[in-house]
């Protein structure tokens, strides 16, 4: 038996007939394929999956497809773009606050509901918003920094100063043989 569900997806409202069992994480990876919003555990403790429904963080593999019908869902693939990266994108660029990246829009999601909640967070508040987001390779030392340093640009809204400098970074890769600098 399927259940027809409408849910509004990063700004799209989305039609489907879900089985009652599908989990949010899985409608959205399967259904729509917004793989962002990744699978890292199967005991609900990863954070990996966070996403935000009506604007609060939620393991989204710990809510029914069909509990967010006729509500709003913003994954990661909402959170800035690669043209223009959000503030919170651009912290944990810069400060180092990934190495493979699995975590990475888990720790995100939660740090724009922290940051929304309270936009001047001490280091203790940071540590508990994301003491349900689990990192294997981090150490986490560089996510605070990350998420402090997110905090800040927040404020200043510095988003667009790194996309002038993104701009210069695209250069087309030349090969050796058609560079014209000697090596
Ligand atoms: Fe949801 Fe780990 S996949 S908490
Ligand atoms: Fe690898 Fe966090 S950067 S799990």
């Known amino acids: 038996m399927k259940v027809p569900i409408n849910v509004e997806v990063n700004g799209v409202k989305r039609d489907a007939e879900v089985e009652p069992r599908k989990l949010l994480v899985q409608f959205l990876r399967e259904n729509l394929g917004l793989t962002g919003t990744h699978v890292g555990c199967d005991t609900t403790n990863c954070g990996a999956c966070a996403v935000l429904l009506d604007g609060k963080a939620v393991k989204s593999c710990s809510v029914f497809a069909v509990q967010a019908d006729g509500r709003r869902v913003t994954t990661i693939e909402r959170i800035g773009t690669a043209e223009e990266l959000h503030p919170i994108q651009l912290a944990f660029w810069e400060k180092h606050g990934l190495q493979c ?83």
């Open 101 to 183: 990246g699995f975590c990475t829009p888990g720790m995100i999601i939660s740090t724009h509901f922290l940051l929304q909640q309270n936009p001047d967070p001490s280091e203790e508040e940071i540590r508990k918003a994301l003491s349900g987001n689990l990192c294997r390779c981090t150490g986490y030392t560089k996510i605070i920094e990350s998420v402090k340093y997110a905090a800040k640009l927040s404020k200043k809204g510095a988003a667009p100063i790194r996309r002038q400098q993104r701009r210069v970074s695209k250069t087309p890769y030349k090969k050796p043989s058609e560079s014209t600098h000697a090596l």
